[in-house]
């Protein structure tokens, strides 16, 4: 089984492969891994495309960005990948399409993928296939990001069980 989740600020993605021994122990069925990106950087791509595309001059400063970023989470929650999402930054709203919405979430969508190959390669090194893949933290909330995760797996991994956890 192979879980993959987020720090809890978002900073990182982590990723362990376990395995439930006879005795029900939980055991590290190879070396961990991770990253250090998460659902942070997903705020951090919106906030280079406002940077680039926007006259918002205060995206540049840090303490407006920290609060930006809370309005953004809202964004993030909302997303399910075929309608645009209204940023509401008063006084002004800017509407975020479907493809631009994805594009924040590409870089996170390909380093978890990437995460997770290389987890179940580890794994099969180890003589252990996973049979299970769980999206825990943050990202793992939103559907659209937790479907796509999982086609991917899916289409790659043939009949492994791809689920979320989240609090």
């Not at 993605?13 to 942070?40: F, N, P, Y």
């Not at 997770?116 to 003589?127: D, M, V």
Request: hydrophobic share 40%.
């Amino acid at each position: 089984m192979i879980f993959s989740g987020n720090s809890l600020i978002g900073n990182a993605q982590d990723a362990a492969t376990v395995t439930v021994d006879e005795k029900r122990r939980i055991r590290l069925a190879c070396v961990t891994d991770g990253l250090s990106v998460g659902g942070h950087s997903v705020n951090e791509t919106a906030r280079a495309w406002l940077r680039e595309s926007s006259k918002l001059a205060y995206i540049n400063d840090n303490t407006h960005w920290d609060m930006i970023s809370t309005i953004f989470d809202g964004c993030k929650m909302a997303f399910n990948g075929v309608e645009p999402v209204n940023f509401k930054l008063i006084p002004t709203i800017i509407k975020l399409e479907p493809d631009l919405m994805r594009s924040f979430y590409d870089p996170l969508i390909s380093n978890i993928l990437d995460l997770f190959q290389t987890q179940y390669r580890h794994a099969q090194e180890n003589g252990c296939t996973p049979n299970h893949f769980v999206l825990c933290g943050g990202p793992a909330r939103n559907k659209w990001f937790f479907e796509t995760i999982k086609a991917e797996v899916s289409f790659r991994y043939p009949g492994l069980v791809c689920d979320r956890i989240f609090e």
